[in-house]
């Protein structure tokens, strides 16, 4: 196991290198330009001057080797410096991978949104679990029952309604409809700038996380209850349930070690491959709420054709996605034991 | 034009020292926090780094420059006593230079004197080839800026400059602390980032801390040059979201206080204001929503020589087919379904200011679809079987772009109806903006390249001066391969009396004649209807009844009065 | 395994394995209401538009933003277009992409992931393949394919034709590594079971060992992917109008009217009802088949 994990890593450092590469030709390809949302009356020739001050005049090539120099080599001795106060090297001059709409480092910008995000995101993933797993679980022993039935009804409209839509919907029935002074009246932005420091600005935060908590809760909840109902009925038809049974064991015994331990295999996986999704942010509802998260950050990078900016963050998604597989592979192996990695 | 200038800049300043006066017993900071919301983030506050409007306005909390457009669009001093004209000697008589007198005794935030070097710092900041400075055209001209003595500064050009007012006028070039930026010129301009969070500045506010692209907190600057202002103690301004978001915070929820650029449907904007809690404005600059022709043949089949003036169009270059595309729209429609009142109708491509604004195109509002018919009847187009007209073979099937945004396509869907009526076929096209207005040379969706048979977009100009903007549709200005598709002449006009005239414009430095020649300009355009206007836009914002004194503004930074901002109990 | 309500058959007679299959389904009382609703859905979009012949993209400006009314049973949008018609209309779009489209990720995926899971040779390099897909980023890989094939397809096929492909290619090749993921899990548990084995042992070869007792075990993931994917489709599709790389502006899809309508909840609450209505229906619906089907497709539990 220990061996094919580290073969497993081993692997990653080409196929990385690999989807770097990839990544930067798609972003060099794409039709977008970083002086495309300025206003009109800057005249083309300052467009053109500024483009070349950018180093978008240099080739493709150099302009990538560029940027795995700032990423692979700056970045680690610039975060040792601020770590240890280690300096190796130039530590002043260092060239850092740099935003070309904030002219500010790349990595700083993720680290000032990463805990927005953490905290919604994270946070809607866990209670979309929390919510599903039961969800999953009930309806798929009581198969066809009226909690199934309901089960089912809310999983899909969870999950066929946009969030776009329920997000607007909420906003419309908790922060306009709902008198401002009543109790259950709800931001409808979120104020980043927040710090909890005392109960009452805990308070304030849990309040403006409500809403977007609960619009992606119900979206990830959706999902993964369908993933999960379908693998317990998958395994309670088969025979080593039958078994269980016979020898007369409890059926709680039964259902929450036998079938569930085994149920959870595939389920583990879809869990483990969205995980990379929470820092991904959630570009629409963190639009809607004003979260500011990573998921607006790229999008605006996107938009702005900010090159530098969605080049690490793509890649730090796909170091993220590479590595929760990775995760999920392992998963398979202890949740699976005649699962042979050799 | 001088005296108009000098009479707008003493009034401005005199009624500036009177309010000042009249407050002065009230502390600065007495009506606590304001909340405004952008929906686009501002992502950096250094306007030379960062054109976007969103940056611009919320620089121009903090930093100044030596004079404002005021709501009317006259000329407001703001770290000068006056502003320089031929008149009060100013200005040399043969145009080539302008003399700013700074005021006496401005402070920075920091406590420091403002001296004329920091003006000369800021245009050699600006001017250095390698900074990628993103206000360049604004130093378009200018030979040198020197310091003549620590409150003056000359600023010579290398011609006559009849309209000398570009650098350092407007927030879009404010003056930067030579001090803070010493080491950020040119390449190492982009690596300041401490400084381009957050500049000193003579402005009422301070940046306490700057989220790049999410939310910026500002406090009252101490040292600001008028007593008692501003009357908020701290600014809180949060971006993100869309404008439809924004609106609801301002006008129905009163989260916030004031939302920027509310672009909503009409009906929407009116439901939300009637809940009572806030009120839209609006302000008009020269911003038109228009329709460019492509006088040039933008067919695939020529490759290379696509949308060049090698090949006129096959049918747009009648102009009988121009005049019944404008003469099948119904403007107020157009204004009532997509701006409200945003928006006004307009039959020039120039209509403000005032006094450059043609009185001889009126007529285009009344939407003519008999008469475009009969028109196109005369000129030979014959309908087909499907409805389609055609001359010689050739089909009148228009392909039409735009970017990418609801209003554009409502308007794509209603002016397609129209021209089926008077038989034309139109294919539909949207583009995402950062790539239509972008300049990716590899694209072929630039709205320069312009490989479509027409395209609709806004456009305006910065200040009140329209003399670069007119001189857009000169031959020259024609984007090709050859120029790299630089250039703002998309409809690809091209005529020697126009050149002609914006050459006559260069060397004017009376203010009636260069009306006259503006006009005479924009008539040509509407007249050959090589440009078809459709609405004259408006800035649109909201703001809560509670908070006073927000004055909108056209011609410059919306907050570019926020000092004078207060709360009503 | 609950409604083992199927009635005991005569072992002698002939039964063919699609027959079996439709009997159970009919059992299956939810799949058997799906599958009215779908069919409803399915006529209504294909003949709707014949019988209710107002044109979806006449703007009849003097009527705009009109509640319910006989003349307009689900009122009409800010430009006067009618949304019978509009919802009408763009439920053939939005349900031949979100069919099309998921067959051609379900396809992809199950594909990759049977390959993946079962031969040890193949596993590497599919699923690095698989890691590269989900960490490339959509939104510029979109830019990049729109910009390349735009204009080569829509003069191939015509506009409408044209973006209909490419925009179910590029649904399908954004959304089958999920499915990749899963299935190749299952399989992997799958390789390990002693039917599997016992098949291997007697010289079965690989493709049919996959065809004959892979594939009819790993049925219900992808029966759950596959109504999932329907909506995943549905929905990115009125993203990608969001975005201006969808169809033209004056092509109506469920999506966009959900999305249009978005804009004006609190004014014009039928303008989100009825296309929101309209896909939940769908989604619901074709959910229910589903698991009818998978029921149905189950060895284990059919003609129990």
Not at chain 2, 289 to 307: C, F, K, Q, V, Y
């Amino acid at each position: 196991m220990l061996n094919f994990t580290l073969r497993r890593l081993m692997y990653t450092i080409p196929t990385l290198l690999l989807i770097s590469f990839i990544i930067f030709i798609v972003l060099d390809l794409a039709p977008n330009d970083p002086t495309g949302n300025l206003p009109l009356t800057i005249p083309p020739e300052v467009r053109a001057k500024i483009r070349a001050s950018l180093g978008l005049d240099a080739p493709m090539y150099i302009r990538y080797l560029l940027w795995c120099q700032q990423f692979f080599i700056n970045e680690p001795l610039n975060l040792f410096n601020e770590w240890f106060g280690w300096c190796i090297g130039d530590c002043e001059g260092r060239l850092r991978v740099t935003s070309w709409a904030t002219r500010s480092p790349v990595v700083d910008l993720i680290a000032e949104r990463m805990p927005q995000t953490l905290w919604v995101v994270g946070m809607s993933y866990v209670v979309g679990i929390m919510i599903a797993l039961p969800i999953g679980v009930i309806s798929a022993y009581k198969q066809y029952s009226w909690f199934d039935q309901f089960g089912t009804l809310i999983a899909m409209i969870g999950f066929s309604v946009p969030t776009f839509f329920t997000g607007v919907l909420l906003i419309v029935i908790f922060s306009v409809w709902m008198p401002n002074d009543s109790f259950f009246w709800l931001p409808s932005i979120y104020d980043t700038t927040l710090d909890v420091v005392d109960w009452d600005s805990f308070v304030k935060q849990m309040r403006q996380m409500i809403m977007p908590v609960m619009v992606l809760a119900l979206y990830n909840a959706a999902q993964i209850s369908r993933f999960m109902r379908a693998s317990m009925l998958d395994n309670l038809s088969q025979d080593y349930v039958r078994t269980a049974r016979a020898k007369g064991l409890k059926e709680k015994t039964v259902l929450l070690v036998h079938v569930l331990r085994n149920s959870m295999i595939p389920v583990v996986t879809v869990i483990a491959l969205g995980i990379p999704q929470v820092f991904g942010g959630a570009i629409i509802t963190e639009q809607i709420f004003k979260v500011n998260g990573l998921g607006q950050l790229l999008i605006i990078g996107i938009q702005g054709a900010d090159i530098p900016l969605v080049q690490t963050l793509t890649f730090l998604f796909a170091v993220l996605i590479v590595l929760f597989n990775l995760v999920a592979d392992v998963l398979y192996g202890l949740l699976d034991p005649r699962i042979r990695y050799d | 034009m001088t005296l108009k200038y000098l009479i707008a800049g003493t009034l401005g300043a005199a009624l500036l020292s009177t309010t000042a006066f009249g407050e002065s017993h009230m502390a600065q900071g007495r009506d606590g926090n304001v909340n405004i919301i952008y929906w686009q983030a501002a992502s950096i506050m250094n306007p030379y780094l960062s054109g976007g409007t969103k940056d611009i306005n919320a620089s121009s909390m903090v930093i100044e420059p030596l004079a404002h457009y005021d709501e009317n669009g006259a000329m407001v001093a703001t770290l000068v006593d006056e502003i320089p004209t031929v008149a009060n000697g100013g200005v040399s008589a043969d145009l080539t230079s302008i003399t700013w007198t700074l005021s006496e005794g401005l402070l920075w935030s920091d406590g420091s004197a403002v001296t004329s070097a920091d003006v000369v710092f800021t245009a050699n900041y600006c001017m250095d080839e390698t900074g990628g400075c993103q206000q360049l055209a604004k130093f378009g001209g200018v030979e040198s800026v020197e310091a003549i003595d620590d409150l003056t500064v000359k600023i010579t050009f290398d011609g006559p400059k009849p309209f000398p007012y570009g650098p350092f006028v407007g927030s879009t070039t404010p003056i930067l602390q030579a001090a803070q930026f010493a080491d950020c010129m040119g390449v190492a301009a982009p690596t300041c980032t401490a400084q381009n969070f957050g500049p000193i500045g003579t402005g009422p506010f301070t940046v306490t801390e700057f989220r790049a692209n999410d939310a910026i907190t500002l406090a009252a600057n101490p040292n600001y040059r008028v007593a008692g202002k501003p009357a908020f103690a701290t600014v809180n301004f949060k971006g993100g979201g869309d404008a439809a978001a924004a609106g609801r915070a301002v006008l129905e929820t009163g989260e916030f206080d004031y939302a920027w650029n509310l672009q909503l449907a009409p009906e929407i904007l009116a439901d939300m204001e009637s809940k009572g809690v806030g009120t839209v404005l609006s302000s008009f600059g020269p911003l038109v929503e228009r329709i460019m022709i492509n006088m040039t043949d933008p067919s695939a089949a020529l490759g290379d020589e696509r949308s060049t003036v090698a090949h006129p169009h096959p049918f747009m270059s009648d102009m009988a087919v121009r005049q019944a595309l404008s003469m099948a729209i119904d403007r107020p429609l157009l204004v009532e379904i997509g701006y409200g009142q945003a928006g006004k109708v307009t039959c020039n491509v120039l209509p403000a200011p005032a006094i450059y604004d043609s009185p001889n195109n009126a007529g285009c509002e009344m939407q003519d679809i008999a008469g475009a018919n009969a028109l196109l009847d005369a000129a030979g187009w014959e309908r087909g079987s499907d409805g389609v007209r055609s001359k010689d073979g050739v089909r009148l099937s228009i392909l039409y772009q735009t970017s990418t945004n609801a209003v554009r396509q409502d308007f794509q869907a209603l002016i397609k109806q129209w021209w089926a009526e008077i038989g034309i076929e139109t294919e539909l096209k949207n583009i995402s903006g950062g790539v239509f207005f972008g300049g990716d040379q590899s694209s072929p969706d630039t709205f320069q390249k312009l490989f479509a048979d027409l395209e609709m977009y806004a456009n305006n100009f910065d200040g009140t001066d329209p003399e670069a903007y007119m001189a857009r549709w000169a031959c020259g200005e024609i984007p090709s391969p050859e120029n790299a598709w630089l250039g703002g002449n998309m409809p690809r006009h091209c005529n020697a009396d126009y050149d002609a005239m914006v050459a006559e414009m260069g060397g004017t430095a009376d203010l009636a004649e260069r009306a006259r020649l503006a006009i005479a300009m924009n008539d040509m355009l509407m007249q050959s209807y090589t440009i078809i206007p459709l609405v004259h836009r408006g800035n649109v914002s909201g703001v809560v009844n509670t908070l006073e004194g927000v004055k909108l503004n056209a011609w410059d930074s919306e907050l570019w009065n926020i000092a004078d901002w207060s709360r009503s109990e | 395994m609950t409604n083992a309500t199927a009635e005991i058959k005569d072992d002698r007679k002939y039964r063919s394995l699609w027959g079996d299959v439709w009997s159970q389904f009919r059992t299956h009382r939810g799949a058997m209401i799906g599958s009215f609703v779908f069919i409803g859905i399915l006529l209504a979009v294909s003949i709707g538009p014949y019988l209710w012949t107002l044109d979806p993209n006449y703007a009849d400006v003097r009527n705009r933003n009109q509640g319910m009314s006989w003349g307009h049973p689900f009122g009409t949008d800010q430009l006067g277009h009618d949304m019978l018609a509009q919802v009408l209309q763009g439920g053939r779009i939005s349900i031949a992409v979100g069919l099309t489209a998921m067959m051609l990720s379900l396809v992809l995926g199950t594909f990759v992931g049977v390959l993946a899971g079962y031969f040890k040779r193949l596993d590497g390099i599919l699923m690095r393949g698989t890691d590269l897909f989900l960490a490339l980023p959509i939104l510029p890989l979109l830019l990049v394919i729109i910009m390349l094939f735009r204009d080569t397809l829509r003069g191939m096929f015509g506009p409408e034709t044209g973006i209909f492909i490419l925009i179910v290619f590029i649904i399908g090749i954004t959304s089958w590594m999920q499915t990749a993921r899963i299935v190749r899990g299952d399989v992997l548990a799958l390789k390990e079971r002693e039917f599997i084995l016992a098949a291997n042992s007697i010289g079965t070869p690989a493709r049919r060992v996959i065809s004959r007792h892979i594939m009819p075990n790993i049925l219900s993931p992808i029966m759950v992917s596959a109504t999932l994917g329907i909506a995943t489709a549905i929905i990115t599709e009125s993203s990608l109008s969001f975005l201006g790389l969808g169809f033209p502006s004056d092509f109506p899809t469920w999506g966009r009217l959900l999305f249009d309508g978005t804009q004006r909840i609190a004014q014009a609450p039928s303008r989100v009802i009825f296309p929101g209505l309209a896909i939940s229906l769908t989604v619901l619906s074709v959910n229910f088949i589903g698991d009818g089907l998978r029921d149905a497709l189950d060895p284990r539990i059919r003609g129990r």
